[in-house]
């Protein structure tokens, strides 16, 4: 019988994977046993809210988003006033592309407690899908004067929906302002790059990538962004050494991977 369930277990993971013929890491067949182990825990304590919430952990470590979900839901039915158990529900939900479903999820939090997390998270999916709610949660939260970070994060947000919408100029300016309180925010810079990068100014998008990565110089999509614009200006043989600099810092970077063999 335990062979059976470490059987489905593995089914599940290579399902959540996309259904790809993956071979295991050592670091995802420890995750799997302790999946099985946490699984028949769980059985034997179903009341226990300490080892499911370590299920839901170990499912997210391995991208099982819907089986995360599932004893998400199952504490949910116990708690339903948890505005953290609706805030963990709805970063699965968001990290399982189920964007409608996180929304309603975030705003089930926020009804609960607002928390500013709660609140940012809400505002940043609401950007990313034009919706301008985005902007009046953090006019909201920047009235509260929590301090430059929480600025740096409602300026990143407000310019994500800004270069969703296609105002550039505005976006470009917001992401400037974010840098300005927040230099080490990455997302900022990355998206201030993609607005020269898809306008096809690749030296200012090239400037771009190469001040983030002299902020942080362990970070792999910039190097992977950097290198598309080294390849986009004919500059091929740079851009290879980027692109496995950047595999190098994420084996994870399917797309660099990809890049290399064209390359090379």
């Known amino acids: 019988m335990k062979n059976l369930i470490s059987f489905f277990i593995?089914?599940?993971?290579?399902v959540a994977c996309g259904g790809e013929d993956k071979k295991l890491t050592p670091v995802d067949e420890a995750q799997l046993r302790a999946v099985d182990d946490l699984s028949k825990k769980v059985k034997e304590n179903p009341d226990s809210a300490g080892l499911r919430m370590k299920l839901i952990n170990t499912y997210d470590s391995l991208k099982m988003y819907r089986e995360a979900i599932e004893q998400t839901d199952s504490l949910i039915k116990k708690d339903s006033v948890n505005n953290g158990l609706w805030?963990?529900?709805?970063?699965?939900?968001?990290?399982?592309?189920?964007?409608a479903e996180a929304i309603r999820s975030y705003e089930k939090a926020l009804h609960i407690y607002p928390s500013i997390e709660a609140q940012l998270s809400l505002a940043n999916l609401f950007a990313e899908t034009k919706n301008e709610k985005a902007l009046l949660i953090c006019r909201n939260v920047m009235s509260m004067a929590l301090g430059r970070e929480a600025?740096?994060?409602?300026?990143?947000?407000?310019?994500?929906?800004?270069?969703?919408?296609?105002?550039?100029?505005?976006?470009?300016?917001?992401?400037?302002?974010?840098?300005?309180?927040?230099?080490?925010?990455?997302?900022?810079?990355m998206e201030k790059g993609f607005i020269y990068?898809?306008?096809k100014n690749y030296e200012a998008a090239l400037q771009v990538f190469e001040t983030a990565l002299r902020v942080n110089k362990t970070y792999a999509d910039a190097y992977?962004?950097?290198?598309?614009?080294?390849e986009a200006t004919g500059?091929?043989?740079?851009?290879l050494i980027d692109y496995k600099r950047s595999l190098g810092l994420d084996k994870q970077l399917k797309e660099a991977e990809d890049a290399i063999k064209r390359l090379e």
């Open 10 to 14: 593995v089914c599940a993971f290579t």
């Open 87 to 99: 805030f963990t529900k709805a970063q699965l939900q968001e990290d399982n592309r189920d964007t």
């Open 151 to 189: 600025d740096a994060n409602c300026n990143f947000i407000a310019g994500v929906y800004f270069a969703r919408i296609g105002d550039k100029k505005q976006a470009l300016q917001l992401f400037d302002k974010a840098i300005n309180d927040n230099y080490t925010l990455m997302e900022a810079y």
């Open 197 to 199: 990068y898809d306008s």
């Open 224 to 230: 992977y962004w950097k290198a598309k614009c080294r």
């Open 235 to 239: 500059n091929k043989s740079e851009a």
